[in-house]
């Protein structure tokens, strides 16, 4: 029947023209996978590059913020330095008026007979120490001290009789009301 039809030279033909598509199409997809890894490798250098430049930034920016930490320390350390010295020089200019006011019921509440030679004071206490003559003076002046109002109860430390005269030495504790 098909005895002058010779198929397999197309068969031949078309085998090699499949085989050259696909050799080109392999080289196509071995080009177009080169070109793609290639501009992969280029997009994730320059991420790296600009997270690189970000990086120094951020450390430029850390240390000129650590630079500003230290001087608002060094500030805030004046500040409560400053702060120290206000409140002291407020406290000295309490305890003046005070002093004053100890002095002014002092002078106020002495008595006859009462003659202060020492006074000192030591926290919240005032020492004191004199010559009172006759001694029933020196009980009245503590009496009028507790009535003072920057004075409490005095307490009365020791009472010597001096020698060759008719006084007493005495030293005597006074707590402060303030």
Known sequence: MNQGINLRPWREERREKRQKQFTQLSLMACLLG???????YYSSQQALAALTQENQMIQQNTRILDLEIAEVVQLRQKKDTLLHRIQVIEGLQAHRFQTLDIFD???ASNHDGVQ?????RQGRELQLQGRVYPTPALSAWMRQLESQEAFRAPLLRSI????????????MMVPLAF
């Open 160 to 171: 010597n009789a001096e020698e060759n005269t008719l006084s007493h030495r005495f030293n």
């Open 116 to 120: 202060l030679t020492a006074a000192r």
């Open 34 to 40: 080169l070109l793609i890894s290639g501009l992969a």
């Open 105 to 107: 019921q002092l002078a």
